[in-house]
């Protein structure tokens, strides 16, 4: 492998060899690093600021390390790479430009493919079956299914829904798409064209995959349930890999969380019977399809009869725990989490016991009936899928039974929770398992199965003095001395971006009349908030994104605010000015963010999701305004979880006879929720908010921070030492003054 100062260096070969390149010396020395986790076998943290370049500083490193190792050993399986990021955009950025990029201008010759999670791609042999009874569609989708099928007989197509011209709808992309439960692999007559195992073979000639980190984590999850099941892990998508590249790093651990839980759906439980005994749309039921070659008539009648009775026993049970939930005090919103049997009825208990028993029977049953008619080749395609199916009913019936087991041993492992999905004619309780920490997984299904890793984000510390603890502890890292850390610590690269001069922070005076946000109370604060804002949008030269700490902040501002466009359907402005409203839940997520772009005056609400996931440089973007500091909420099941443990924690710590009471309170507040959850969770999450503002070197700007408590309190004064620059505090009357005159500085 090159010296990567040589490449990446004032004169280097990225200068000569393109146009654009601009020497970062944060770039070299990441470089640096990551080359040297790869030589040597070792895991780097990697903080790099916006405008550092990362995607190069590690693409560059696995470009050259794939070619030395081809040319000496030869061998994919051992030195692959995967990179693995957080979004299907970022994916495709880092295909499309930058690999593309360095290998047109810079003549690397690795071979890089790009592999999504299935349900991304279309599925050639559910397409055309529906394409068969296309009449049976409403216009509209009829026609988008015919867009879809001429455009991917064209040459090159990848089958990628979001690659495709025509935007397919969900409801009809389901009905497309490639399904694991009905694929029937080996036997299904388009193998050979199809998209997503042409993938999967390419990535497996690949020397670098780029991949999510959905895909990351349900291929840990699939080799830890082969290996404790010692199954063949036939499952896997990802080709092997022995060092990864995991970008985005910041939200690790939520994401590997959804690959370890687990869940009762009873929608979805439905959807699969449905497919078995009367199929979906444009395809037949696979029951009738098996029984006509199966030599065993009664199995496939006693299946009918089963299936019959678990939809009974299903509704029962949903029943039972939609009333008991009715009762509840705080409804039946949001994420309501169990902490114990008693939380509910027996009878919900009892009825939820006999639907797993009633799943695993029939999915023993689908099994037996999959293995009567194996060899039968007329069936081949119904049989294979009746076999997937009733391995995922065997998946929920062993969710079912690890349900109420949080009385037991290692009763804290697991946050168990239910919510509710209204339906057309009834809601439906869907109940969920997710680990209360997925550290241990992580270390033993990813850690120590690969030579190196590298971390990085632009974000993933929480102090001024790079205080890495809070994420590294959810992520598995603290203590963790398998592979020691190229740099001997986790590392930060700060933005090359002139924040004094480009962005300006507003935080509201600690002294001043501002209320303090108070949950339950809110109303005054409300009002300022609205009055504020909105004196903010009117002196902002471009877009203004407002990121809010919950829904309800978002639809209480959207109240203040919005005034219907005449004769627009769903189209808003801000009242009292011409600006464009956009807010979250009025459209997807993609649409809103193409939107406010184009419309570079618009005004942006957003909640969690617009805090990380929107890029937008130059002037579509000139202020960022966050009412309030977003502290997970504490309803949130895992931060009840947390809580009960907290309580637990100071029962111990007051019991202890050897501990003073002054040594009582320090250890109390070092480990109470609050220092150790809330604030750097909080932290991180204004870090991010913050950093949507300046994307670019040109980029200028103001950030408002309309909650007091920055101010006012010493956690507050703690997390201002994590922002790019020092805020000025102003009264909330004075802010839009504060503003306008930046703005009129910069021209
Ligand atoms: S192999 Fe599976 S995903 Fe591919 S076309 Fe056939 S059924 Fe669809």
Known sequence: MRDMR???????????????????????QMACLVSQAFGQDLFAIIEAGTGIGKSFAYLVPSMEYAGQSRSRLG????????????????????????????????GYTANVSMLCGRGNYL??????????????????????????????????????????????????????????????AGSCPYIDECFFYKAKAEAKKADIVITNHSLLFSDARIKHDARE?????????????????????????????????MSYDPLLLEGLLRHLVTGGKGSAPLIPQVADVCDQPRLPMRISRSINELRELMLTANETLVASLGSREGGVEGEIPIARKGDFPEAVWKNLAKVEEGCADLAGDLHHLAKACGGV????????????????????????????????????????????????????????????????????????????????????????????SYWMRQSGLLGYRKHPLAGGNPVSFPSPFDFERNMLILTVRGDSSMPNWQAGSHQAYDEVVAQTVLSLIKVAKGGVLVLLASYSDLYTLVKAL???????????????????????????????????????????????????????????????????????????PFMVKVDELAHRREAEVNADKTLTDSQKRSILWRESPFSCYQVPYATLMLRQGIGRLIRTSEDRGVVALLDARLERLGYGKTMQKAFPTKAKAVDAEEMAQAASRFFGASG
């Open 562 to 636: 919005a005034v219907a466009q005449p004769g627009e359907k769903e189209s808003y402005r801000v009242r009292e000015t011409e600006r464009t409203l956009l807010f979250q839940g009025q459209a997807p997520r993609g649409k809103l963010t193409k939107a406010f772009l184009e419309d570079t005056d618009s005004v942006l609400l957003g909640t969690h999701s617009f805090w990380e996931g929107v890029d937008v440089p130059g002037s579509a973007l000139s202020m960022v305004v966050i009412p309030r500091i977003p502290f997970r909420n504490v309803r949130d």
């Open 123 to 184: 599925c050639i042999r559910r397409w055309k079956e529906l394409f068969d009874v296309r009449d049976t569609l409403n216009p509209a989708q009829k026609r988008s299914l015919e867009k879809v099928g001429d455009e991917v007989v064209r040459d090159g197509a990848s089958g990628l829904r979001f690659r495709l011209e025509e935007k397919v709808g969900d409801a009809l992309w389901s009905s497309i798409r490639a399904d694991k439960d009905l694929c029937p």
């Open 6 to 28: 040589s490449i990446f260096g004032p004169e280097g070969l990225l200068s000569k060899g393109i146009d654009c390149f601009t020497y970062r010396s944060g770039q070299e």
């Open 377 to 468: 080749k007329q069936a081949e395609d119904a049989v294979a899928q009746v076999d997937a199916i009733a391995t995922h009913i065997q998946e929920m019936a062993a969710s079912l039974s690890e349900l109420p087991k949080m009385d037991e041993a290692n009763p804290d492992a697991f946050i168990r929770s239910v919510r509710v999905r209204h339906g057309q004619r009834q809601d439906w309780a869907v109940l969920d398992m997710v680990p209360f920490s997925v550290a241990e997984q992580l270390r033993e299904d990813l850690y120590d199965q690969m030579r190196s890793i590298v971390f990085t984000s632009a974000t993933l510390s929480t102090g001024s003095s790079g205080d890495f």
């Open 229 to 261: 099941n010692k199954e063949s892990g036939a499952d896997l998508v990802l080709p092997s890999f022995r060092h990864l590249v995991i970008d985005e790093a910041h939200g690790i651990q939520d994401n590997a969380a959804r690959f370890y839980a």
């Open 75 to 106: 061998d994919h399986d051992k030195l692959r790479t995967v990179i693995a990021t957080g979004t299907l955009n970022l994916m495709t950025q880092l295909y499309d430009k930058d690999v593309s990029l360095l290998q047109t201008r810079m």
